[in-house]
């Protein structure tokens, strides 16, 4: 019952990861939140067994899994010049691990609530914050170009044209490659089409590929 529970949540979080297609989706919360439960029964049923000694502590294993979920949440973390994905990712994670040691120790109402609770974090507040990064005008670019000499300064030539102020600039050396990743964090006016900055990056001499970045995690 317990188990088939910790399915069940976990399937739910999971859903909304793998149709945002985020690295940890459907299956891995799943098997995050049965784990944390099995392991949970585990530790109490341990505990009956050898309730007789002093040392028995039901939590010892248990605590073990708030601990773990963490090399499994770092792998899904990624830096791309400004923006960091996978935060979100990992925090769910982690979260999904607390919910199914909550199924394990029979703490139903707190599961189910945990589990409501990060499904709408997860789905509604995504807008919302999406629509607060829209509003502060703040934008990721990054722009693949040649290796060489004032290839930088062409691409700020061309965002001034716009009016697209730069607030920082990283740049990314690809290994064996004579080409270069520009990272910029601009600030773009409200009636920017940003298509049509695109286009023109794209027709400049020395650049190979640009696109908008998304901050999704």
Not at 99 to 112: E, M
Request: hydrophobic residues 45%.
């Amino acid at each position: 019952m317990r188990l088939l529970l910790a399915t069940l949540l976990g399937g739910l979080i999971g859903w909304e990861r793998e149709s945002n297609s985020r690295p940890a989706g459907f299956r891995t919360n799943i098997l995050v939140c049965v784990g944390a439960a099995l392991i949970m029964v585990v530790s109490i049923g341990l505990y009956h067994l050898f309730q007789s000694s002093r040392a028995a502590d039901p939590s010892r294993i248990a605590a073990q899994v708030v601990s773990g979920i963490g090399f499994l949440g770092a792998g899904t973390i990624i830096r791309e010049g400004f923006s960091v994905k996978g935060l979100t990712t990992a925090a769910s994670l982690w979260a999904v691990a607390g919910v199914g040691l909550a199924v394990g120790a029979g703490f139903y109402f707190s599961a189910i609530s945990g589990t409501v609770l990060i499904f709408l974090t997860l789905s509604i507040l995504n807008t919302i914050e999406h629509n607060i990064a829209q509003k502060s005008g703040l934008r990721n670019l990054r722009v693949k170009v040649f290796d060489q000499p004032g290839e930088v300064g062409k691409i700020g030539s061309v965002l001034g044209d716009y009016n697209v102020h730069i607030v920082d600039v990283s740049i990314d050396h690809i290994r064996n490659e004579p080409n270069i990743y520009v990272n910029l964090q601009v600030r773009v006016p409200d009636d920017l089409n940003q298509n049509q900055v695109i286009q023109h990056l794209a027709q400049t001499t020395g650049v190979i590929q640009v696109e908008w970045k998304e901050g999704g995690s």
